[in-house]
């Protein structure tokens, strides 16, 4: 499609954090062009090469994930989606846009680590994407080098209470990479678990014999993950940071987060379809099925999930991103049987976080508008691609969805996208689908049909946190 192609989506109910508007919507040159009430005089008056008809569907923002690891090297194997068939999948969930965690190496500078994720993706994405990046060996070098990245578009910065060995840093690293945050504008996001602690709680498990996965969540004890949120937003504090803690699962760390941000801190939490929709059940599936739900932090007990809504209803929580990180059953959950700890952590989601979210509006549990705002606009403002990404506003980027949420589906691994061998949701009936996907104003999904390709996803520089 050329850039001087124009679209209209007519018949629509138009769905934003905002608003909902009974609108027409005109696309040109990849962008959002206007909008205007249906039969108005305006409308009728707009020409258009392609018009897509959405009578009776919401059309709402392409979502951002703001949370994934396409083709990371983790736990001795490697992630199962790579960019290609990752952002695939992403686009036949709804979602358009990406944002993934390039890896710094022990002893390697960040930008050793981010040119190696640029040539991961480089003409290879369906959907727009971006980078966080991991930082994993603070000094004197690295701590520069952020500067240089924020500048860059690259403006958040994952660390790791958790992992020692792998991605560890201890509470002065990290003092210091918040100091650095504070001055730059750079985003501290948080993997808070105390990963010292479990670690001595994983040998404990393993030497009296308990090796099955559902030990994996024993052993990441809700209170290690509340420790380490409350000692992460007092380092943030006193650095004068801002913080946000990634895959938000423990109730305990959601009162917290809520402390935090009634005291006025710019303090922001994320938690993730697995935590609102799976719980320590299916980590006790037998026959080592549990692998499948092994990932950090942990699923829950389900007395968790209460809190987490609560937290996404009154914005004690504002993002739900996927961490999607799939790993096969076959040959690589597989490679801890006999030892949860050999389990590779991660799960696949990044196809179903808007579909599961939107049957959270179906049962109640959100509004229509939060829903948009969890999965679009709050993760597009968190990281700095507002409103490009996020809303279907006059100038942002066309990056459409035409939703049918009476639609009825089953979510299976053997009509999924993802290239990974399970579902975690298999068998699950969710309403509500998405029919078609534009991005940047080109279709991506086509009645049910891919018709995008790779490459034309394009890496998209951030700015800084718009909370702030
Ligand atoms: O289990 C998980 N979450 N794997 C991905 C890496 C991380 O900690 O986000
Ligand atoms: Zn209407
Ligand atoms: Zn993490
Ligand atoms: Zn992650």
Redesign the pocket.
């Known amino acids: 499609m050329s850039t001087g192609t124009r679209t209209v989506v007519r018949g629509g109910l138009v769905v934003t954090a905002a608003d909902e508007m009974h609108a027409d919507v005109l696309i040109e040159g990849g962008r959002i062009a206007a909008l205007a009430a249906h039969d108005s005089d305006t409308a009728a008056g707009w020409i258009a090469d392609t018009v897509i008809d959405a009578t009776g569907k919401y059309v709402i923002p392409g979502g951002v994930d703001g949370?994934t690891?396409m083709q990371?090297p983790?736990g001795g194997t490697t992630a199962s989606d790579t960019f290609e068939t990752g952002t695939r999948a992403a686009a036949w969930g709804g979602t358009t846009t990406i944002v993934d965690?390039a890896i710094q190496s022990v002893g390697a500078s960040l930008r050793a680590g981010l040119d190696d994720w640029h040539a991961k993706a480089d003409a290879q994405c369906a959907v727009d994407y971006g980078f966080h990046m991991i930082v994993a060996d603070v000094n004197d070098k690295t701590l520069a080098e952020m500067d240089t990245l924020v500048e860059e578009g690259v403006t958040s910065f994952k660390m790791?209470m958790?992992?020692p060995g792998v991605f560890y840093s201890d509470d002065g690293q990290i003092l210091r990479a918040m100091q650095r945050a504070s001055g730059n504008g750079g985003l501290v996001m948080m993997?808070a678990e105390n990963g010292i602690a479990i670690d001595v709680l994983v040998q404990q498990a393993l030497a009296a014999g308990r090796t099955d996965p559902r030990y994996h969540g024993e052993v990441r004890h809700a209170l290690l993950e509340a420790e380490a949120t409350h000692r992460a937003i007092q380092l943030a504090r006193v650095a004068g940071s801002p913080l946000y803690v990634?895959?938000v699962s423990a109730e305990q760390a959601v009162a917290e987060l809520a402390a935090a941000r009634d005291l006025g801190l710019p303090v922001f939490g994320e938690t993730c379809p697995q935590y609102l929709f799976l719980s320590t059940d299916n980590l006790a599936e037998p026959d080592f099925e549990g692998a499948k739900y092994?990932?950090?932090?942990p699923l829950r007990p389900r007395e968790h999930q209460a809190a987490l809504w609560r937290g996404l209803r009154t914005d004690d929580l504002q993002v739900v991103s996927t961490?999607h990180?799939p790993f096969c059953f076959s040959g690589q959950k597989e490679m801890g049987r006999g030892d949860f700890s050999k389990i590779p952590?991660?799960?696949p989601g990044v196809e179903h976080r808007m579909d599961l979210l939107h049957q959270a509006v179906v049962d109640g549990q959100i509004t229509r508008r939060r829903w948009i705002d969890i999965a679009c606009a709050a993760p597009a403002r968190m990281f700095g691609l507002y409103p490009r990404k996020g809303t279907i506003a006059p100038g942002a980027d066309a990056d459409v969805v035409v939703y049918d949420p009476h639609a009825e589906q089953t979510v299976s691994a053997s009509t999924h996208h993802m290239n990974v061998d399970y579902s975690a949701y298999e068998g699950r009936k969710l309403t509500g689908r998405v029919e078609t996907v534009l991005s940047r104003g080109v279709p991506v999904i086509e009645g049910r049909t891919f018709v995008g390709r790779a490459g034309h996803g394009q890496y998209t520089p951030r700015g800084i946190c718009q909370y702030l």
């Open positions: 949370h690891h990371m983790f965690f790791f958790a992992y993997h990634v895959h092994v990932c950090s932090t961490d990180c952590n991660g799960m």
